[in-house]
């Protein structure tokens, strides 16, 4: 629910536009997430919820402010090594990035959001289908007066 007030609806996403810079020629226009009228049903069958888009920058603190109010200890600039799972939960070995001590911590679950190419993923064997990395993305806010 929270998500949904700051995120962008799916009829608001329609296009993609492509240009020469950002106040420069438009090269053209594609509709996409869904926006095409012979792709929405595609879409609409495809999950029981609309499309919407909420970038990293307005997503996290969401989901970092959920997990927190529930206990969670949020850790930032903390790269992860490896794991060892047991019956009980997971060991996972990690390092501070700004001091370098590498340590360990003991949790119920371990969550690999690091994208399909995933140290964590990888670790745990897990499969993935399709063809993984075929692009990269960069989240990029700024204000810009054009």
Same mark, same amino acid.
Request: glycine share 8%.
């Given at each position: 629910?929270?998500?949904? /007030?700051?995120?962008? *609806?799916? $009829? &608001?996403?329609? $296009? +993609?536009?492509? #240009?020469?810079?950002?106040?420069?020629?438009?090269?053209?226009?594609?509709?996409?997430?869904? +926006?095409?009228?012979?792709?929405?049903?595609?879409? $609409? &069958? !495809?999950?029981?919820?609309?499309? #919407?888009? &909420?970038? /990293?920058?307005?997503?996290?603190? %969401?989901? %970092?402010?959920?997990?927190?109010?529930?206990?969670?200890? @949020? *850790?930032?600039?903390?790269?992860?090594?490896?794991? $060892?799972?047991?019956?009980?939960?997971?060991?996972?070995? @990690?390092? =501070? *990035?700004?001091?370098?001590?590498?340590?360990?911590?003991? #949790?119920?679950?371990?969550?690999? !959001?690091?994208? !399909?190419?995933?140290? @964590?993923?990888?670790?745990?064997? &897990?499969?993935?289908?399709?063809?993984?990395? @075929?692009?990269?993305? %960069?989240?990029?806010?700024? =204000?810009?007066?054009?």
């Amino acid at each position: 629910a929270e998500a949904e /007030q700051h995120a962008t *609806r799916q $009829e &608001l996403m329609g $296009e +993609n536009t492509y #240009c020469t810079s950002l106040a420069g020629e438009e090269l053209g226009r594609v509709k996409t997430w869904g +926006n095409h009228p012979r792709r929405r049903t595609d879409f $609409e &069958l !495809a999950s029981p919820t609309k499309m #919407c888009d &909420l970038p /990293q920058h307005l997503l996290e603190p %969401i989901f %970092i402010n959920a997990a927190a109010k529930r206990g969670t200890k @949020v *850790r930032f600039d903390t790269e992860y090594l490896d794991h $060892e799972q047991d019956d009980k939960g997971v060991t996972v070995s @990690v390092r =501070d *990035r700004l001091t370098g001590e590498t340590y360990n911590i003991r #949790c119920k679950y371990l969550i690999g !959001a690091d994208g !399909a190419n995933s140290k @964590v993923v990888a670790d745990a064997g &897990l499969p993935l289908e399709g063809k993984m990395g @075929v692009s990269g993305a %960069i989240n990029v806010h700024f =204000d810009a007066d054009l």
